[in-house]
């Protein structure tokens, strides 16, 4: 049996497995192999981003000190959730593939940048404020492993947001193409 990681173990344990995922990518050279990559990127990071926005972060309302925090997480979850599923619903031959990938992990290195800061970032709040860490994290294993077996094999539903409310984009004619 694994051992029993505490929340911010936990967290910080699927951002360097995400981190690494991206890696793989930028030094992918097959399509095969960047689509499976990309699949396992998204599913990754829809999890996480699930059981932050589900357990962790409601755990923190009302305990940590800078709560916009909080809000400015949502926010950059549901925009990475627009490059997620632009990349879910293309492939690696589709313009601007590679571009989404590269900007989306770009997104999430600033994301995780804010969580993990010392002494002043989401997680280094909580554990100062008292979280109980050890629950919290027991809780989080236990809905991230129903959400895999949710997703397990099948299609990644489409990204549910929190903060944005789905307003309407509309494509124009890709820069430098005749109009
Ligand atoms: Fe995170
Ligand atoms: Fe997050």
Known sequence: MAQKLDAIA???ADHRKVEDLFEKFESARDKPRKKALVLE???ELCVHATIEEEIFYPVCKGEIKEEELLDEA?????SAKVLISELLRSGPDSEFYDAKVKVLSEMIKHHVKEEEAPGKGLFAQARAAGVDLAAVGEQLAGRKAELLAEFNGGD???PET???TGHELVQGH????PA
């Not at 949502?74 to 549901?78: G, K, M, N």
């Not at 890709?174 to 193409?177: F, L, T």
């Open 156 to 158: 990644l539903p489409p």
């Open 162 to 164: 929190r903060s944005f």
């Open 74 to 78: 949502y926010v950059e979850h549901d």
């Open 174 to 177: 890709p820069v430098g193409s």
């Open 10 to 12: 936990m967290l910080k």
């Open 41 to 43: 990127i998204c599913t």
